[in-house]
């Protein structure tokens, strides 16, 4: 899994739904080619990945149903909010990608949006397998049952 090094990144859009309904394998961080009124809107901090998913089409990989809402002092010069976004990768990192979701049955969730250290939008891209509704089940039990200790333990000093 992929670390944050710094704790001054700026995180934008999460989709911490993902985490719940899929199995995260393997992360990968994509660089997003994006228009200045698209990075202008993600500093103000407006975006939503929640029901947004990659594509691997014609040897590249796409950000496809992201919203990025237009700037409003963009004027004509505005983009679409919903447009298909390149990622940036290696050719040896879209070839896994590519593969693992052709041949074992898996999908590519974005994670986050966030500035890294030097400015630039990242996006924080999982390889994973959709949960089943047991295995959903048994996460929460996870969840509650981590809080419920925590309680406990914090009780008892």
Do not use: C
């Not at 670390?3 to 992360?27: C, I, M, Q």
Request: no cysteine; proline share 3%.
């Amino acid at each position: 899994m992929a670390k944050e090094k710094n704790p001054n990144n700026k995180t934008v859009a999460e989709n911490r739904k993902a985490r719940f309904s899929y199995e995260v394998l393997d992360t990968y961080e994509a660089g997003l080619a994006l228009t200045g009124t698209e990075v202008k809107s993600l500093r103000q901090g407006q975006a939503n990945i929640q029901e947004s998913y990659a594509s691997a089409e014609g040897g590249e990989i796409w950000l496809i149903n992201s919203y990025i809402p237009e700037y409003l002092q963009g004027n004509r010069f505005n983009h679409e909010p919903r447009r298909r976004r390149k990622l940036l990768l290696n050719k040896r990192e879209m070839a896994r990608l590519a593969q693992g979701v052709e041949r074992e049955g898996m999908t590519m969730v974005p994670l986050k949006i966030y500035f890294n250290d030097r400015g630039r939008a990242k996006l924080l891209l999982a390889i994973a397998r959709g949960k089943k509704l047991h295995d959903k089940r048994e996460t929460a039990k996870q969840r509650d049952w981590g809080r419920e200790r925590a309680r406990l333990l914090k009780e008892r000093g």
